[in-house]
């Protein structure tokens, strides 16, 4: 599975970005997405995961509430991200991996995107 983010950016803080990324290759079967993200000098962190058939997320507690993560089919995954703050500047990463449901630990996660740069100024 090969996967490719876009729509990363410069933003004002309090502004919306929206990102996506698109699977390609082997993608019959089932699969979660999610999206990670890595601040300088940092450990790359859980930002949110959607199952198989969209029908289930999970947040982390820091952008719960300002962001959304989405798939419109099954090879498509979108993280709507509003209200953002200069925390939140990091390279978002998006990840698959071969269960229905996603998680929180990157290690879980057999697939990853090449990143998309998002920065917010204050």
């Known amino acids: 599975v090969q996967l490719q983010a876009s729509g990363g950016g410069l933003v004002q803080a309090g502004g919306s970005l929206r990102l996506s990324c698109a699977a390609s290759?082997?993608?019959?079967?089932?699969?979660?997405l999610g999206w990670f993200r890595q601040a300088p000098g940092k450990e790359r962190e859980f930002v949110a995961t959607?199952?198989?058939?969209?029908?289930?997320a999970y947040y982390a507690d820091v952008v719960k509430g300002r962001f959304t993560i989405s798939r419109d089919n099954a090879n498509t995954v979108y993280l709507q991200m509003n209200s953002l703050k200069p925390e939140d500047t990091a390279v978002y990463y998006c990840?698959?991996?071969?269960?229905?449901?996603?998680?929180?630990?990157?290690?879980?996660?057999?697939?990853w995107g090449q990143g998309t740069l998002v920065t917010v100024s204050s």
């Open positions: 990840a698959a991996r071969w269960r229905y449901d996603g998680d929180y630990d990157p290690l879980k996660y057999e697939y």
């Open positions: 290759g082997r993608t019959s079967g089932n699969y979660a």
């Open positions: 959607i199952s198989w058939t969209g029908g289930t």
